[in-house]
T-cell receptor, first 109, second 114 residues
Framework: QKEVEQNSGPLSVPEGAIASLNCTYSDRVSQSFFWYRQYSGKSPELIMSIYSNGDKEDGRFTAQLNKASQYVSLLIRDSQPSDSATYLCAVNRDDKIIFGKGTRLHILP | NAGVTQTPKFRILKIGQSMTLQCTQD?????MYWYRQDPGMGLKLIYY???????DKGEVPNGYNVSRSTTEDFPLRLELAAPSQTSVYFC?????????????FGSGTRLTVV
């Protein structure tokens, strides 16, 4: 089983709708969970971090964590064309971060 | 503030050549990392360092070497370049607390080996 698994997409969402991105992880001892956004040809940019079960909201972004199910999700409300990118789910292990392969999100104008 | 600076941005190498990818950070971060990213394959850890003088292997270290003589610099050395090393290379850093708070990434180096 891969350490961090994501659906590669592409996920197509109409502008103004909610985009839902999902991720599962295998290491139960992971304590920190991240979502990075990566535009084509650019470096990853940290957009959300979450450390405890439940929801964490930041503007249009909400991260959700369920440690019992080893599941992390990212919701993007009122999706904009500028949200079109690849979203990388990541978890920490010791002093390192393990990344999923990413989900490509396409916002349809 | 510069953050994490990588040079060069692009490079074409011939098979068997060597080169050093430079990475410098000005945030006084203890932890530094090198990842490679192949299309559709996510980021894979090559080497990392938890402080000056300390380095350790990641998931895909073969064909690479690193050194960490100062807090600021973490160069990645490719010896005897091979086509399999064609990739985009990212350097990243994080403060004390390591990976718990996420990374700051450099802008990347796109390397092609022909």
């Amino acid at each position: 089983q891969k350490e961090v698994e994501q659906n590669s997409g592409p996920l197509s969402v109409p502008e103004g709708a909610i985009a839902s991105l999902n991720c599962t992880y295998s290491d139960r001892v992971s304590q920190s969970f991240f979502w990075y956004r990566q535009y084509s040809g650019k470096s990853p940019e940290l957009i959300m971090s979450i450390y405890s079960n439940g929801d964490k909201e930041d503007g249009r972004f909400t991260a959700q964590l369920n440690k019992a199910s080893q599941y992390v999700s990212l919701l993007i409300r009122d999706s904009q064309p500028s949200d079109s990118a690849t979203y990388l789910c990541a978890v920490n292990r010791d002093d390192k971060i393990i990344f999923g392969k990413g989900t490509r999100l396409h916002i349809l104008p | 503030n510069a953050g994490v600076t990588q040079t060069p941005k692009f490079r074409i190498l011939k098979i068997g050549q060597s080169m050093t990818l430079q990475c410098t950070q000005d945030m006084n971060h203890n932890y530094m990392y090198w990842y490679r990213q192949d299309p559709g394959m996510g980021l894979k850890l090559i080497y990392y360092s938890v402080g000056a003088g300390i380095t350790d292997k990641g998931e895909v270290p073969n064909g690479y070497n690193v050194s960490r003589s100062t807090t600021e610099d973490f160069p990645l050395r490719l010896e005897l370049a091979a086509p399999s090393q064609t990739s985009v290379y990212f350097c990243a850093s994080s403060p004390i607390g390591g990976a718990n708070y996420g990374y700051t990434f450099g802008s990347g180096t796109r390397l092609t080996v022909v």
